[in-house]
């Protein structure tokens, strides 16, 4: 049984960083897409970023890019999302997911099989 844990949340100041991290269990994550996803309060799930377990290509929407990097830590079956230069609307509950490795839809919730419970991200202005 696959879990994924997201912890590494909290509150922040504007401009501030914190590192998610995702500890995942229950198989081998070779040939897998790890993402991460967040979703404020009366708004659509979000992607975030995303990295090939296996090659370490990573991906990330405009709206992160240079802020957030996603990277894995393969003896620890670990996830990270560093996150630096925070925003208020960065705020949310941000979620890790897996599927299976395939470059295309990266971006959309709804291809991802496996998915933590989410933790707070809160970012005061």
């Known amino acids: 049984q696959v879990q994924l844990v997201e912890s590494g949340g909290g509150l922040v100041q504007a401009g501030g960083s914190l590192r998610l991290s995702c500890a995942a269990s229950?198989?081998?994550?070779?040939?897998?897409?790890m993402g991460w996803f967040r979703q404020a309060p009366g708004k659509e799930r979000e992607f975030v970023a995303a990295?090939?377990?296996?090659?370490?290509?990573?991906y990330y929407p405009e709206s992160v890019k240079g802020r957030f990097t996603i990277s894995r830590d393969t003896g620890k079956n670990t996830v990270y999302l560093q996150m630096n230069s925070l925003k208020p609307e960065d705020t949310a509950v941000y979620y890790c997911a897996a599927r299976r490795y395939y470059s295309s839809n990266y971006a959309q919730a709804r291809t991802y099989d496996y998915w933590g419970q989410g933790t707070q991200v809160t970012v005061s202005s």
């Open positions: 990295i090939n377990w296996s090659g370490g290509s990573t």
């Open positions: 229950g198989r081998t994550f070779s040939g897998y897409l």
